[in-house]
């Protein structure tokens, strides 16, 4: 009985985040992380490692599918990354100097405020109007947005993957297919990093658990990111405004059983 809830529990969390890192290109640890700790009873701080773990092949598989569909700005991409990973440590920092808050709700949170306006003001720009931005402009605005982004996850915990896919279509003026092949190619290297630390400190995990995540998640992140490349503009927006609405709805929800 201990195995099968183990499986239930991993199967939705993996689908959940799956599906939110193919569509939107949302972090596992949104999802996953609650319903670890909620139903299995797990350390927060291992749970988050598990998460950020099961993000890593993906992320990885997601930003191969969209980059396979030329929806992918690697260039930029690689930019910003180096800016998000630079200011995370920043973030973290700052953080540890002030008092505990429960800055992580505000992610959940955002999670469902982005999934409506996907629904309700679709992203509708188009890869022209997107390159016609120089390339200087463009790289000053991937550095400058990849430092405050990664400053806001040092410095909140949580919530990388939803506020690049926001700066990446409402102030870069990213297509949406573009902006969330972007963000999991830049996710997967963040949550390596972020998995190898996480497991250098706190120790082995459960590896049942881990494997179980990886594979669940990796498959509906390959599913997700594939009806995504194939969907037209209105649609992907709405199915993504969807998705989001119901993990954060969903999430908000785990919290109330703590």
Not at 78 to 96: C, D, K, N, Q, R
Not at 148 to 162: N, Q
Not at 175 to 190: D, N, Q
């Amino acid at each position: 009985m201990d195995l099968l809830i183990k499986i239930i529990v991993t199967f939705f969390a993996g689908m959940g985040a799956g599906l939110g890192t193919g569509f939107a290109g949302m972090s596992a640890a949104a999802v996953i992380t609650p319903m670890l700790v909620t139903f299995l009873g797990m350390d927060p701080y291992m749970a988050v490692g598990i998460a950020l773990s099961s993000d890593v092949l993906a992320s990885a598989v997601s930003a191969y599918t969209y980059g396979k569909n030329k929806n992918l700005d690697v260039k930029n991409g690689l930019i910003m990354m180096a800016s998000v990973l630079a200011f995370t440590v920043v973030g973290s920092y700052v953080s540890s100097l002030l008092p505990s808050t429960t800055m992580g709700n505000f992610s959940v949170f955002m999670t469902f405020l982005l999934g409506v306006k996907f629904i309700v003001k679709p992203v509708m720009t188009t890869k022209e109007t997107m390159r016609s931005v120089s390339a200087k402009k463009r790289v000053v605005q991937s550095i400058v947005c990849g430092m405050m982004i990664g400053f806001i996850c040092g410095f909140v915990g949580a919530g990388g993957g939803m506020m690049m896919l926001l700066i990446l279509t409402s102030v870069l003026g990213y297509e949406l297919k573009t902006a969330v092949g972007t963000s999991v190619f830049i996710m997967a290297f963040t949550a390596l990093t972020g998995a190898i630390s996480h497991f250098s400190i706190g120790g082995s995990p459960d590896w049942l658990i881990l494997a179980l995540c990886v594979v669940f998640t990796f498959i509906w992140a390959r599913i997700a990111a594939v009806f995504a490349n194939k969907a037209a503009p209105k649609t992907l927006n709405r199915a993504t405004g969807i998705v989001l609405v119901v993990l954060g709805a969903v999430v908000m929800a785990f919290s109330l059983f703590k």
